[in-house]
């Protein structure tokens, strides 16, 4: 075991991301996650929070800039060592993004079998373990995502992202489509997670009710990159037009007060 610090979950420096020829996404972007942090990340709709996401997944190559998930690159010459990496991720995508076609269990399974070298029988004690983490019953494996309700598909994506039990959960506007009551519980639901497994978050999210609750910090996209992080009270003091409709607004202002 080396001395050295652990190098941070996420470590983005000069980003430049384009959409398509001379169409800049991202620009002189930097973010920084730390291992042990919950992170959010907010920003307009269209911001480019989703594709940033991709970026870090490695599902996007930037065209500049460096972008180290663990300590390690994505172009990094050694493929195993990015296979590595990724599985160190877990990604719960906007839409919840199951396999149709697919049971529940067979959702939960897909990253297991996918990385290989396990028996079924492995598989199934891992997949029930997950389901009854985000308080799913067996019986519920069985179903197919059409007949799953909005809290449900949220739930049954996070036990597919926690699979391979990640160092850092990605999870893009997890509470959306949620009412109040189910936010919370979701929120409920990743505090006892994290408290157990202690794994690094980066959030996409609108909801400020579920960031003031989970983040650490703050990070705020806008005009192509990340105009403001730290804490949430050091980030409503950024003068934006956006930080000020965000977290100044009526919304804003009740869930600052609850918070
Ligand atoms: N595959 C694609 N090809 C070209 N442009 C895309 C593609 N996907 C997204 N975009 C564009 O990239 C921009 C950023 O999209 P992105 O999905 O990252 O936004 P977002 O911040 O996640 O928005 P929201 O809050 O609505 O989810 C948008 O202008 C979108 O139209
Ligand atoms: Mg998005």
Known sequence: ?????????????????????????HRELDLQVRRDEVMSLVGGSGSGKTQLVRVILGLKTPAAGSVRVFGVSWDHPSAKRVRDTRRRLGMLFQNGALYSALSVFDNVAFPLRERGGMLEDEIRGIVYAKLAQVELEPAHGRLLPASLSGG????????????????????????????PDRSERFVALIKRLRHAHRFAVLMVSHDLDTIIELSDRVAVLADQHIIACGTLEEVRAHEHHFVANFFGGERGRRAMAQG
């Not at 598909?153 to 893009?172: C, E, F, G, H, Q």
Request: hydrophobic letters at 50%; charged letters at 25%; zero cysteines.
């Open 1 to 25: 075991m080396s001395a050295e610090r652990e190098p941070d979950a996420v470590e983005i420096r000069g980003l430049l991301n384009l959409l398509g020829p001379g169409q800049v996404l």
């Open 152 to 179: 449900m598909v949220k739930r049954v994506s996070l036990a597919r992202a926690l699979a391979l039990s990640p160092d850092l959960l990605i999870l893009d506007e997890p509470t959306a489509g949620l009412d």
